[in-house]
């Protein structure tokens, strides 16, 4: 049987940061994955240019069932941390808006440079590796790596959550917690369009494509950036931050024309020139089919001087305070995030480790911490495999 210090199962972003820490300690590491090739999500992430961190992390920027728990991890490997690495291996990087830090080239270079670190701090990589039959073995546990028997002494769960499936993402993460007694929260798809019933999309059908700056508000929270109408509903990073708050059965507010006081305005429009099309000055703040459409919505006929002042402000209601249900999401299928996971209060907060089973360690995406659209997941991921490297 190979014998190594450390096993960690997953060759993404928490997988590798761990892995390299644990072997610039030293640690004899061993790191497998069932995919053809490491960091897969990493390459695809920020449209190919990966969207590495964020500046403006915060605790409250995550979603969990115990708010406290990720601050530690967060305060103990920061933005600026992962940043230095970045900058150490010449990767020229930007930001863009909210302060989301991306790759200039490639987000290729991300995974090349994790790669090296950890080829230079001695760890072993495996790929298009079947992990099976884990189980306590003397003072730390056993596993098949495809048919081949492994021994560790410390254990590290980073296989992630259920998302983008055709990525090869499983459940594996909370096969391995059940068979421990580890407990894990619900789980469902985060930062994920949202998806309208038949009825309302045949409505919409002539806005699929069309997308406003707007606020969206779920959950008692709101976003403002970009909503996208598709054809099965509502997409856009707006409408993605909100699906993480936003609950089956529940509706979302939208407000399409932010710091704009849409009636004054249409009534000042009707008092300078009342044969103007009501769509015509609606389409000076929203997109011109938008305002189409939600002029016909409303009934309106004739120009802005045919119209009351009850009429205006019912406009204005529809564009800037939109009810809507959604009935769904698109589903694990295009989320780019798994809300829950393993339950953060059988956690130890600085070492990622399940507290009644010592050596196990779970990090990443497959824990009950998800963060905003921005950066913010791969910097919890960067901070939990950083912790789990220092204790494993």
Not at 102 to 127: H, N, P, W, Y
Not at 257 to 262: C, E, G, H, I
Not at 286 to 310: F, I, T
Not at 352 to 367: N, R, S, W
Request: aromatic share 6%.
């Amino acid at each position: 049987m190979e014998q190594f210090d450390v096993v960690v199962i997953g060759a993404g972003a928490a997988g590798m940061m761990c892995a390299i820490e644990a072997g610039k300690r030293g640690r004899c590491v061993l790191v497998v994955d069932h995919a053809a090739a490491p960091g897969e999500k990493i390459r695809i992430s920020g449209g190919g240019r990966c969207n590495f961190t964020n500046i403006h992390t915060a605790a409250d920027r995550f979603l969990t069932a115990n708010p406290k728990f990720h601050a530690s991890a967060l305060r103990r490997y920061r933005p600026r941390d992962f940043v230095a690495l970045v900058e150490r291996h010449g990767i020229a990087w930007h930001e863009k808006t909210l302060g989301q830090l991306f790759c200039d080239d490639s987000a290729r270079q991300i995974v090349g440079m994790l790669v090296k670190e950890m080829r230079t701090a001695g760890v072993t990589l495996r790929l298009s590796c079947e992990v099976s039959d884990i189980a306590r073995g003397g003072e730390g546990f056993t596993l098949r790596a495809s048919g081949s028997p492994v021994g560790c002494q410390a254990l590290v769960i980073a296989s992630g959550g259920k998302s983008i499936p055709k990525m090869g993402a499983t459940g594996l993460g909370y096969q391995v917690a059940a068979q421990f007694g580890v407990p894990v929260t619900e789980t469902r798809p985060g930062l994920v369009p949202l998806t309208f019933e038949q009825g309302l999309l045949s409505r919409l059908s002539s806005l699929a494509g069309v997308a406003v700056d707007a606020v969206v508000a779920a959950g008692g929270v709101k976003f403002a950036e970009a909503m996208l109408f598709t054809h099965r509903g509502l997409s856009g990073p707006a409408i993605l931050q909100a699906s993480s708050y936003w609950r089956e059965g529940q509706e979302i507010v939208v407000d399409m024309a932010p710091q704009t006081d849409l009636f004054q305005t249409l009534r000042a429009a009707r008092a300078a020139n009342g044969k103007r099309a009501v769509h015509t000055v609606l389409g000076e703040f929203v997109p011109r089919r938008l305002a189409q459409l939600m002029v016909e919505s409303q009934g309106l006929n004739g120009n802005l001087a045919d119209q009351s002042d009850v009429k205006l402000r019912a406009l204005a209601e529809a564009v800037c305070a939109w009810r809507v249900k959604p009935v769904g999401s698109e589903g694990y299928r295009t989320a780019e995030v798994t809300l829950g996971g393993i339950d953060t209060r059988a956690l130890d907060p600085r070492t990622m480790a399940v507290t009644k089973q010592p050596g196990l360690h779970f990090i990443g995406e497959v824990v009950d911490v998800t963060g905003w659209l921005g950066g913010y997941n791969f910097q919890w991921a960067w901070a939990s495999g950083w912790c789990a490297g220092q204790a494993v």
